[in-house]
């Protein structure tokens, strides 16, 4: 405390046992920062008016401060005081460090004074009620027997330790000053009194040992033990450069390929990453998925349902192959190609792929076009290995027995290719009974006199164009009625899926149709389907139209992005009955005229032309087969800008 050497000291006390130490230091009350008026105030505050032997400041005037240690820290064992003369060192353990603080329990009084006061005002006006305060009824409580634990709650309770603290009575003590002779004598302590070696029982280690006590020798870092199918990037890098890359990529499942050479320690060639990386994954979009059977060794089955690891490689390599063709997935159509449960489909595209509301499983990934255009002959040898893998495909189907069920399948189409002729001149018949007229606005697309053949399917469209007087929007010969009759209709095949397709969805986009087609021909055997391989957009079309279909010309919004296929839109015109018939034709002509309808809008319409006894059962139906609601507008399906 040299800044207080010069100060007078009043008094000084301590608590041993507590190591606490109080100092009452004088204050100079006529130095000119000291604010007297402010002194006199404290002073008012702590003892009030009354003179009495137990006031803080007797002098009325606050002319002392009280400083109170604390403790600076608990553990004394690693600091000493040293003391160095005449080249030597003298060093002495501490028992505690204290430092002293301003102590501020005059406030405290002073809070104290002020309630008394208060208390004492409201007294003397209840004068009236001191006889009754004179008698009090007294409770009587005896103490229940305290527990163990509850003992130990209360010798380890804040106001348990501030009592046992307040019983340890304080030791006066005489202040000595730093340069007082009893604090110079007091200081020889410091030094050490026995200088011969042979009396020092305290440092009995030789140099070296005493280094080796100052500097211990690095300890072998011990790793942490973790779980055993977790290892850390240190204890990763200790492996061959096969085994990290096959390591990483069991873990992450896909992964491109400047983030593999990112994981891996720096200066490792690229060419020997490209070599291992082929031995373990596949190439798919310019990103590296892990192979199926790195994930499903052989003689293993699915934790989920127990099936083999050969069909659980068959169906994941499908998938992966899948998205080597498109980006979107759906995980019902998937399941029903591959014939796995779904626990299992499940995992194949997580593994590779995110799930998107109301669009399916898209590839987890964008298309890594750097990777494509920088590596070239890896490029080319992956697409040979999956042109592989797809005659695998095409030889498993073609070697695979046939079950009853799909005999009955090949026996219905038989049939159904036998009464196919009959099947199509009575559709004929029926069209050309068709008014020549209809209420709905049809998308007519005409074709060039001097088309000859069929071009294979696309994502173009040709402009459209109005042709009055045709059925549906064909005219004379270009209508699908008169290319039947010059033999150039759809396929039986062709017309066979859409009919079921639209028997399942009322309302599909010419895009969603060619997707399923697309699926369809995906699923189809090894050596069936030949004659569905070169159908076009207009054949495909003309499927449609001849399945009770027609087009509804939707006004898309200019601001939409839809694609072309995804603007023309086809719904069921007739199922039969001929009520639902004049539902579905009012809601077609809404659609016809609105991009989007509000359900209020659809009930009165319907009220309108049928009634108020309309069922509401009819108008709910009748949505969800042809619709789709989205923050309160209803769309016709395919129609949603997502």
Known sequence: MSTYDDVNHLSAKIKPKQQKVELEMAINTLSPN?????????????????YEETNTYSTKIMDKQTF????????????AAAVFRKGELHITPLQGILQLRPSFTYLDRADGKQREREAA???????????????????????????????????????????????????????HSLRDGRSEHE??????????????SELVK????????????????????????????????????????????????????????????????????????QQVALLVQGNWVVKSDVLYPKNTCSPHSG?????????????????????WLLRK???????????????????????????????????????????????????????????????????????????RLKAAQERARLSQTSLQHALLAKKREAPPGSDVQVKQEPLSDGEDGEQPMDTSSATAASLNGGVNGYSGAGSPASEHANGTAPPAELRDFVAKTFKKDSVLTLSELKRLFNLHLASLPAGHGSALMAVSDRMLQDAILLSQCKQILVPFPPQSTAAPDEQ????????????????????????????????????TRLAQEFGDDLAKTDVDRLLKECCGSLSGWWYLKGTTQS
């Open 307 to 327: 099936v083999p690891a050969e069909l659980l490689c068959r169906g994941r390599d499908f998938v992966m192959w899948r998205f080597t063709l498109e980006r």
């Open 568 to 603: 023309k839109v086809f719904g069921v015109w007739e199922t039969g009955d001929a009520l639902d018939k004049q539902h579905r034709r009012l809601l077609y002509e809404l659609f016809s005229s609105n991009f989007r309808v509000r359900r209020k809008v659809i009930q």
């Open 333 to 407: 159509e998937v399941a029903a190609i591959i014939k796995l449960p779904p626990e299992d489909v499940k995992d194949f595209l997580e593994h590779m792929a995110v799930p998107r509301i109301n669009r399916g499983w898209e590839f987890a990934l964008p298309n890594d076009g750097n990777f494509i255009k920088k590596h070239p002959d890896v490029t080319h040898r992956q697409q040979m290995l999956w042109l592989g893998i797809q005659i695998l495909f095409t030889l498993f189907e073609m070697k695979r027995p046939s079950r009853p069920g799909e005999q």
């Open 121 to 175: 005002n409201e007294g003397g006006d209840s004068s009236q009620d001191e006889a009754e305060e004179d008698v009090k009824a007294i409770t009587v409580r005896f103490s229940r027997p305290e527990s163990e634990q509850a003992r130990q709650r209360r010798v380890q309770s804040y106001e348990f330790l501030q009592r046992k603290q307040a019983e340890e009575s304080w030791v006066h003590l005489h202040y």
């Open 68 to 79: 109170t240690s604390i403790q600076a820290t608990t553990n004394t064992s690693r600091f």
């Open 34 to 50: 000291y604010c007297r008026s402010k002194g006199e105030q404290i002073a008012l505050n702590v003892d009030g008016t009354t």
């Open 206 to 277: 030789t140099p070296k040992e005493y280094l080796a006590m100052l500097m211990p020798p690095m300890a072998e870092e011990k790793m942490p033990t973790g779980p055993s199918n977790v290892l850390s990037m240190a204890q990763l890098r200790t492996l061959p450069l096969a085994e990290q890359i096959k390591t990483l990529m069991k873990n992450v499942k896909v992964m491109p390929f400047a983030n593999l050479m990112g994981l891996l320690a720096t200066g490792i060639d690229s060419t020997a990453v490209l070599r291992c990386i």
């Open 187 to 200: 200081r020889q302590y410091l030094y050490c009194q026995a200088m011969d070696a042979s009396d020092n």
